[in-house]
Structures are given as structure tokens and as C-alpha cells.
């Protein structure tokens, strides 16, 4: 099932002209800088922008076209605004209801229960409006645009508004909600750390143009688009939890090609998960070193290298598997290495992160237990 | 301290201002919503016209009412060809000279106070499956409760105060079209001081209090143009 949108909006100066396929699975990250037409993006998909010409399908309904505009309160979308947008003469309960309560019993899939639960609303329920957190605020929005029962959630920067400790606060539920439900959500972010966290796929923007769309991990790597050669360039890699080492309390993280190892976390063997490596922190040594505090070391070759300026270069290395990861380094280094491309060489990683993503798990959430961020040696 | 004449005055006066506020609520309610929603260019002209008894003597106004609701007029005119009475010097003609003076105390308030509740919680609640009959009764209404208040005490208190428009079209009928404004000056003209203060002193409590209670109901709202 794919959502299929086309559209050519004209807003003052700005131009939106788009034409895409986007998986109606999972999370579709849609990631561009500030003014470049996600938001307005999210907002003709949502019907709150007209676009007379434009073509929305979603699944086998047809949303918009030629003839046909389905307006916003006719279809099953929910929608996140960056600000969390709540009633402020209604209670807590009374936002959770007010889409529950408009939609027929028999089209409910998520009750009203369970979406407190996934939200971690319980104690906020007979609570004002006034009376709660940014964070607090933007989960509760979450859990009334879900309670419409969506088949696909539309989320614009919900994060955007929020400090870094309510962000911290959020985006465990958000892994959490990509776990427990099969609502597509369309994420739109200009924070890369958001979208790499989250996004299974990930549409690409600039000045109201789409650059480039497909699956996260392959983007990223790609020296043709912007984010290989941002400051923070990073990869994501997705492996099982293989087994937790008991002696040095860590945990085995096997992907196609290898193992990662990480202190031990609390989650069960078999587990999916993310992993993200910060091309900053991946190293390069012609043999293999020994005498090294750091324990992932992986056997690689070079795919491709380019300068980014005078001084740094990244190396796109191919670690087995179907995710090349990336490598920042100094053109100094990369000289008396004598890197070129096909060479064979070891990534000593530094530093990984997991994030606790993918298959629905039985166990209750924990959110303090689903990031975990090591640095080594 | 009040003779008959002043109680029935008082009476007018209540009946008049009262049915005035309640009339333009319902029919100042949808107007404002309109006002504040619509993108149509024009939408000023409709704001001058809503807003043009603020500007206009009060006896022009009733001038013209007069004229079209009288026996001649076209309005007048019309209704008695229905086999009705026309609108001149009756209660009936009071009410409508009264809802087209103070219309702007309510329209405007209400305007303001949908204008400022923005496009987003209306958006959230189409996105939560509200049709816009729902939004609106559901979220604009509520949202716009201290412009409400505002409005209903505006056109409450415009209406006890008004003098030129109902003079005119009411021709001071003590019992039927006599209004307590009316009464005081036509006090002050007898040379009946007591009279005139009991009722213009009633009169400025009663203001005085109008307004209390719109600042102590909305106490961030302030209030428009008087």
C-alpha cells in the first residue's frame, strides 16, 4: 500500500511542486530545511491546503483529484501540529475524546484506554490544559489524533516547540508508537538526529522540490545528497539482539555482516533495533589494532571517499551488509593511509547509539531503558 | 421618588434592551463568524456599514428609520400592503431602530474575539473529524465566551443609553415608546430635578456596573470602542 500525492501550490512567493510515492507503512521521515515546503507538504496532504490540481491517494481511497476533494473532516488522518494545539476550554479527557467521539464505534481500533496507556497519560487525565508541560501537551496531542483511529498519522515537527528534556521525554513514545501500532506516520523534521531516530523511509526537500526519496539507511550514505556531508553526518544500521555477556555485563548486536558490542541493555534477545554511528566517531587503520580499547572493529571497504574541504574527508565503507556506513577524517590521515576507493581497511567505531525500535513487544515500555548511548575508549 | 411614568419607562427601557441584545446575539453571532472568517475582498464594506451608526448622529439614523419604516416608507409601505402596521412610533420599531444603533457593540466584540482564536484550533478540530457546523459550535463558541460577554453587555447597556434613534422612530409614547433616557430630559426640560437624578443617577450605576462586569469577566479583554 503506498500514499501517492501530487502537488503544484503557489503561497506568496513560494513554490510547492511535488510528486510522490510514500510507503503507507512505518515512519516516512520527510526532512528538508526550514522553508522548504514539508509544512505545506503536510498541510495539502491533510486537505487544510487546497490544491485544486493536486492528486492524493491514499491506499485505494482517493483523497483528492481532478473532480474529487475530500475535506480534512472526511478523512482518516490524524494530525500533530508543532504547537499542540489542544482545546484550552476543554479538559484533558475531553481533547482525548473529541476525535474518539466523532468517529463511528465500529472504525475505533484504538480505545480510549490503551491510548492513554501508549502515551503515558495516566495521571494527566483530569487535568486542565493550563496545567501541563510543553512535553505533557504534545503527548497528549499525539494521543488524540491516534484515538480517530488514523490510517495514516500526520506529524509536523512535533518536537519543533519543545526543549531538549521534553524532547528526550517524547521520542521513546514515539519509537513506542512505531512499535505497538501499524498507523503509517508522515514525520516532518529539519532535525536530522529526529528523522534518523525514527524514519524507516525518508523524503528529501529543498525550496519546495523533492531531492530525493527511499529507504533511511541507503540516503544517508549517499554523496550525492546533503546529508553524507553535514557536520553531523551519521549512519543507521539495523541488527538483532543477539546476547547479552553476562562477565562484562554487555550486550551482542548481530547484523548482516558482524556484531556490535554495547554495554548491556534490558532488552530481550532477538529484539530489532537501530543503531546509529556518528561518521565522527568511525576511525580508520590499514590493519587490524590490537592493542585498542575499542572494541567494534569491523573489516571494510572503501566505496567511495570525497573531500569535504581543506582539511576533512569522508569514506563510505562498505561493512557487509546492505548499510554502507560513513567516516569523517582529516585529509592528513586519509593521505598517509593512502586511502582509495576498493581498499580494505578496519572502522573502529567509538561510539554507538541504539535505539530501541521495530516488532511489537509484550513487555510494558520503559522509556528510560530504550536509548542507549556509549562512547568507548 | 419614581412616579408611574418613570416605572413604565423602566419597563420600556428593559424590554427594549433586552430584546434588542438577544436578537442581535443570534443574528450578530453569525455575521461576526462570517466577518471574521471570510477572505472575500469586499468583506469591508459590509464592516463600514456594520460599523457606520458609531460614526453617524443618532438622529440621522432615526431619520432615516423613520422614513423607511413609517406608513410611506418602502419598508412601512410593504407591511401594510400585508395588511401589518408600519414600524413608526411602536415598540416593534423601537427594537429594529435599536438593533441596526447598537449593532456594532456586538458585532464588533465577536468579531475580535473569533478573529483572535486563529485558524489552529479549528484546523485541529477538522483534523479530528469535526464538520465545520461542529467546529463551529463546538470550538469557536466556546473559544469567544469573554467576546460574547463583551458583546451582550455592550448592546445591553448601548441600547438602555441610546437617546436620538428612539426619540425619532419611538416619538416618545409614555407607557408604549417612552425610554428612560427620554424620561430624564423630558424631566429636565419640566424643571424636575428629583426625578431627572434618581433615574440618570440609576442610569450611570447601572453603566457602571455593565462595565464591571465585562472587565471582571474577561479581565484581558478590553473594551472597544464606546
Known amino acids: ?377 | 421618588m419614581l412616579n408611574d411614568a418613570d416605572i413604565s419607562a423602566i419597563v420600556t427601557t428593559l424590554k427594549l434592551a433586552s430584546t434588542t441584545t438577544l436578537i442581535l446575539l443570534l443574528v450578530g453571532t453569525p455575521l461576526a463568524w462570517w466577518l471574521a472568517c471570510t477572505r472575500w475582498r469586499f468583506k469591508c464594506i459590509i464592516e463600514t456599514i456594520v460599523a457606520l451608526p458609531l460614526v453617524l448622529p443618532p438622529t440621522v439614523l432615526g431619520f432615516y428609520l423613520l422614513v423607511g419604516l413609517g406608513p410611506h416608507g418602502p419598508i412601512g409601505e410593504t407591511l401594510c400592503a400585508l395588511g401589518l402596521n408600519h414600524l413608526a412610533f411602536t415598540f416593534t420599531g423601537l427594537v429594529v431602530g435599536s438593533i441596526v444603533y447598537s449593532m456594532p457593540f456586538v458585532v464588533q466584540p465577536l468579531q475580535d474575539a473569533f478573529s483572535s482564536i486563529g485558524k489552529r484550533p479549528l484546523e485541529a478540530a477538522a483534523t479530528l473529524r469535526a464538520c465545520p457546523l461542529d467546529r463551529f459550535l463546538t470550538i469557536a463558541i466556546p473559544l469567544a465566551r469573554p467576546g460574547f460577554v463583551t458583546a451582550a453587555v455592550l448592546g445591553f447597556a448601548h441600547t438602555v443609553g441610546e437617546f436620538g434613534v428612539v426619540l425619532m422612530i419611538g416619538g416618545n409614547i409614555p407607557g408604549k415608546t417612552q425610554v428612560l433616557s427620554i424620561a430624564v430630559y423630558d424631566h429636565v426640560e419640566a424643571m424636575d430635578y428629583t426625578h431627572a437624578h434618581w433615574l440618570a443617577g440609576g442610569m450611570l450605576l447601572m453603566s457602571f456596573l455593565s462595565l464591571l462586569i465585562v472587565h471582571a469577566v474577561n479581565r484581558r479583554s478590553r473594551v472597544i470602542h464606546s
Open chain 1, 1 to 377: 500500500m503506498t500514499i501517492d500525492a501530487r502537488f503544484s501550490l503557489v503561497r506568496g512567493g513560494f513554490a510547492l511542486n511535488v510528486s510522490l510515492s510514500m510507503p503507507a507503512r512505518g515512519i516516512t521521515g520527510i526532512f528538508g530545511p526550514s522553508g522548504c515546503g514539508k509544512t505545506t507538504l503536510l498541510r495539502a496532504l491533510a486537505g487544510l491546503e487546497h490544491d485544486p490540481l493536486g492528486h492524493l491517494t491514499v491506499g485505494e481511497v482517493v483523497w483528492q483529484n481532478g473532480s474529487t476533494f475530500i475535506p480534512t473532516h472526511k478523512r482518516a488522518l490524524g494530525y500533530v501540529f508543532q504547537e499542540a494545539s489542544l482545546f484550552t476550554h476543554l479538559t484533558v479527557r475531553q481533547n482525548l475524546e473529541y476525535g474518539l467521539k466523532r468517529i463511528p464505534r465500529r472504525e475505533r481500533r484504538l480505545t480510549f484506554d490503551s491510548a492513554v496507556v501508549l502515551l503515558g497519560l495516566n495521571k494527566l487525565v483530569d487535568r486542565a490544559i493550563d496545567n501541563l508541560s510543553g512535553g505533557e501537551r504534545q503527548r497528549v496531542a499525539i494521543a488524540r489524533s491516534l484515538l480517530t483511529s488514523p490510517s495514516v498519522l500526520l506529524m509536523d515537527e512535533p518536537l519543533a516547540s519543545l526543549d531538549a528534556q521534553s524532547k528526550a521525554e517524547i521520542l521513546p513514545f514515539l519509537e513506542n508508537l512505531h512499535r505497538e501500532l501499524s498507523t503509517p506516520i508522515m514525520y516532518v523534521s529539519h532535525s536530522l538526529e529526529e528523522v534518523a531516530q525514527l524514519a524507516d523511509h525518508l523524503v528529501l526537500m529543498n525550496a519546495g522540490r523533492i531531492t530525493a526519496a527511499g529507504p533511511l539507511p541507503q540516503l544517508l550514505g549517499r554523496f550525492d545528497l546533503p546529508l553524507a556531508h553535514s557536520t553531523d553526518a551519521e549512519s543507521v544500521v539495523h541488527a538483532v539482539v543477539a546476547r547479552h555477556d553476562n562477565e562484562y555485563m554487555l550486550t551482542h548486536l548481530k547484523f548482516a555482516a558482524g556484531e556490535f558490542l554495547i554495554p548491556r541493555v534490558a532488552l530481550p534477545s532477538g529484539r530489532s533495533v537501530r543503531i546509529r554511528i556518528l561518521a565522527r566517531d568511525v576511525s580508520l587503520t590499514l590493519k587490524r589494532q590490537v592493542d585498542t580499547s575499542i572494541l567494534n572493529v569491523l573489516p571494510a571497504r572503501i566505496k567511495e571517499l570525497t573531500r569535504e574541504d581543506s582539511a576533512t574527508m569522508t569514506v563510505l565503507l562498505d561493512i557487509g551488509g546492505d548499510t554502507p556506513i560513513l567516516c569523517r577524517l582529516t585529509r592528513k590521515s586519509a593521505t598517509m593511509l593512502k586511502l582509495r576507493k576498493d581498499k580494505q581497511v578496519f572502522a573502529q567505531i567509538k561510539s554507538i547509539a541504539l535505539f530501541g525500535t521495530r516488532q511489537p513487544s509484550a513487555e510494558q515500555l520503559q522509556p528510560a531503558h530504550t536509548m542507549t548511548s556509549v562512547r568507548q575508549g
